[in-house]
């Protein structure tokens, strides 16, 4: 065994080239398994310097396959939504093939294609919040759906969309999802739900078996679900602008998302909950000492010593 690269960031998803000279790969600060994130680099087959073929993206790789072209087809997140795009690692050359305000995946965990040997023709399993999963193929961005064993499913909550606003110079996005059967003349308590990683992003795609926010819309909630810095989807300066600031700077975000959340949506300021699970349960612990506005929080396998 020749070792051909000592990585100074986590990397993920190593594939050859069609020819073998070349393997290429996704690098992140803080991508690793089974959320991988980062931009896209390749290195010769027989060692030497990786290049970044996407440098400076504002968007966040997840997952790579090459084309017979020598071309590269990734899945990205990118601001909140999925995408898929291709780039030529000749000329460093990026095109969007398609980005949607939902989750494309082959069931592994981000935005991932089952793509075929053509390098063109793909199928996925296609979701959102408010749409259950269907599996679609055909050309990327261009699939028609086969499936329908879940047209009878009905969310029980309502709405989701995709929020915007700016805290100490970033632009950050988050996801709000609305109560089922909502009365516009009533205020309805939310419920801030901070994801994990942080190196990770919340997209809207139908939620599976571990996902509690969905429910709790359901129940009569607000939910509010943020990409704080650290996230992925804007790049890898955003997500590692909260290297040793967890807690600050990224929970001032929330914070601010959550002024948007009210200023857009019937919510009563008295009644907010503040809940996520291992760097968000780390979070809400956090954060209840930092504030007053939530009046109750719940946190799940949060790290609270280190």
Do not use: C
Request: charged fraction near 15%; hydrophobic fraction near 40%.
């Amino acid at each position: 065994m020749k070792s051909i690269y000592k990585p100074p960031l986590q990397i993920a998803n190593p594939a050859w080239s069609p020819d073998g000279q070349k393997i290429a790969f996704v690098a992140g600060l803080m991508s690793d398994e089974p959320s991988v994130g980062g931009d896209l680099y390749t290195i010769a087959a027989t060692g030497g310097e990786a290049t970044n073929v996407t440098p400076e993206m504002k968007a966040t790789a997840n997952w790579l396959a090459w084309t017979p072209e020598g071309k590269i087809v990734f899945g990205e997140t990118v601001d909140g939504d999925s995408g898929v795009a291709m780039v030529d690692p000749a000329n460093g050359r990026n095109d969007s093939l398609w980005r949607g305000q939902e989750q494309v995946s082959s069931g592994l965990w981000g935005t991932n294609i089952s793509l075929a040997r053509d390098g063109k023709t793909s199928a996925v399993i296609r979701s959102s919040l408010t749409d259950p999963p269907e599996i679609w193929a055909g050309p990327i961005g261009y699939w028609r759906q086969l499936t329908h064993r879940n047209a009878a499913v009905k969310p029980a909550w309502g709405e989701a969309k995709s929020l915007h606003w700016k805290n100490d110079g970033y632009n950050v996005q988050g996801w709000l999802t609305y109560p089922g059967d909502l009365d516009p003349a009533k205020k309805y308590p939310l419920i801030v739900v901070v994801h994990g990683g942080p190196g990770a992003a919340v997209q809207s795609r139908w939620p599976d078996s571990g996902s509690f926010a969905m429910a709790l819309a359901g129940a009569g909630y607000f939910v509010l679900q943020g990409n704080p810095r650290g996230s992925f989807g804007q790049g890898e300066t955003f997500t590692q602008a909260n290297v040793r600031d967890f807690g600050y700077g990224d929970f001032r975000d929330i914070l601010a998302g959550v002024d948007e959340a009210l200023r857009v949506a019937p919510i009563d300021p008295s009644r907010l909950g503040l809940t996520g699970w291992s760097y968000g349960g780390f979070m809400t612990m956090w954060g209840v000492t930092q504030t007053n506005r939530f009046k109750a929080a719940m946190a799940g396998a949060g790290i609270a010593n280190w």
